[in-house]
Every structure is written in structure tokens, then in C-alpha cells.
């Protein structure tokens, strides 16, 4: 199995709150599109090309890596990612780390900028304190 350093959601949460400090969700929005455009243009490229099961395939690797509580399943022609436990907020909440006050917005930002780059859409409900959240992935309507 990978070696997984979780401790990185300890400095992504440092590095949103000092984004959202300094240039606000504006910034933190500009940041985490331009960095997901960079950092998964081959989950982009695979999701263009062969559907939401590239990003199912994605998110069940992550989330067994990471030893976090999810499911994933298909609603029709929607993916759906519940997400019944963080392993990004449980591991900083274990370790007592600060977590950004909009630390699941990255989430979102990530997401709709993964998605509209393939020409998918995206939703993302949250509850930050609780750790936990439902993201839903469909074809976008051009």
C-alpha cells in the first residue's frame, strides 16, 4: 500500500487560512482553480474520456488510502461521494491543528474546477465541524 503522509492536511489547512487571511475566498477560489487545473490534468483527461467511472475509480483509491468512512455509488446518471468521515479533519482534530476556517471550501473549489475542465458539473454539501460531506458528479449540460 502507498505511504500516505496525512499530516499534509495539517500545512493545506495552515496554507488555506493564510490564503483566505491575506486575499480572501476570492483568492483562495483563484488559488485552488488555477492549482487544480495543474495538479489533475490526468484525472481531467481520463474523466473527459471515459465518464464519471475515472472519478469513482479516483475517489475510491483516495479514500481507501486515507482510511477514510465513505461510499460511492451511481444515482442514475449522477456519482455520488458521501463522505462519512474526513480522514483530512479526523487526523488535524486527532493532533489538535488548526483547521481553516473554510478548509472543505478547497473541496469545492477543486471539484467544480476538475469538472468544468471536462466538461462535468458538481455539487458539494458539507459539514465542516461534523467532517463529513456529499458530493454529487454529473455530465454538464452544454
Given amino acids: 500500500m502507498a505511504n500516505v503522509h496525512k499530516d499534509f492536511h ?8 493564510f490564503l483566505d487571511d491575506q ?26 474520456c471515459r465518464g464519471l467511472d ?9 479514500f481507501t488510502l486515507e482510511a477514510g468512512g ?10 455520488v461521494l458521501d463522505v462519512r468521515a474526513c480522514p483530512a479533519i479526523h487526523h488535524m482534530r486527532a493532533r489538535n491543528y488548526r483547521i481553516a476556517d473554510h478548509f472543505c471550501e478547497h473541496t469545492r473549489i477543486v471539484n467544480e474546477a476538475v469538472c468544468a475542465a471536462a466538461g462535468y ?14 458530493q454529487r458528479f454529473w455530465r454538464a449540460v452544454p
Wanted: glycine share 8%; net charge negative.
Fill in 54 to 62: 475515472a472519478l469513482k475509480e479516483h475517489w475510491d483509491t483516495v
Fill in 70 to 79: 465513505f461510499e460511492t455509488w451511481y444515482e442514475g446518471d449522477t456519482l
Fill in 10 to 17: 495539517g500545512a493545506l489547512s495552515f496554507g488555506i487560512q
Fill in 121 to 134: 458539473a458538481c455539487s458539494v454539501e458539507y459539514d465542516q465541524d461534523a467532517g463529513r460531506c456529499v
Fill in 23 to 48: 486575499y480572501g475566498l476570492a483568492g483562495l477560489e483563484e488559488f485552488f482553480t488555477r492549482a487544480a487545473k495543474a495538479v489533475y490534468a490526468t484525472l481531467i483527461e481520463d474523466l473527459h
